[in-house]
Nanobody
Framework: QVQLVESGGGLVQAGASLSLSCAASGRTFSNWRMGWFRQAPGKEREFVASIRWSGGSTYYADSVEGRFTISEDNAKNTVYLQMNSLKPEDTAVYYC???????????????????WGQGTQVTVSS
């Protein structure tokens, strides 16, 4: 049973940094894709960033490009999202997700992902 557990959320002021972690367990994840999504109150879940395990490609939403960095540690089965220069509009629940098929061109679609974590709240005050 695949499990994804996020941690690292919190309340920060605009301009600050936060690092989120997603610990994955239940199987080996070679060639899977991991993604970070977020959902603000009253809005749809939106893509933030994705990465292929074992040094694969990374992709970012335009809104976070240059401020957020996704990375992975194979030894720890953990994916990270380093968030710098946070803005109030980054406030949301952040979810980690795993995609076992990782088809080309589908990294931004929530429906492509098979497993989801419970989410962690990130609040950025102005």
């Amino acid at each position: 049973q695949v499990q994804l557990v996020e941690s690292g959320g919190g309340l920060v002021q605009a301009g600050a940094s936060l690092s989120l972690s997603c610990a994955a367990s239940g199987r080996t994840f070679s060639n899977w894709r991991m993604g970070w999504f977020r959902q603000a109150p009253g809005k749809e879940r939106e893509f933030v960033a994705s990465i292929r395990w074992s040094g694969g490609s990374t992709y970012y939403a335009d809104s976070v490009e240059g401020r957020f960095t996704i990375s992975e540690d194979n030894a720890k089965n953990t994916v990270y999202l380093q968030m710098n220069s946070l803005k109030p509009e980054d406030t949301a629940v952040y979810y980690c997700a795993a995609d076992k098929d990782a088809r080309y061109g589908t990294s931004r679609w929530p429906s492509s992902y098979d497993y989801w974590g419970q989410g962690t709240q990130v609040t950025v005050s102005s």
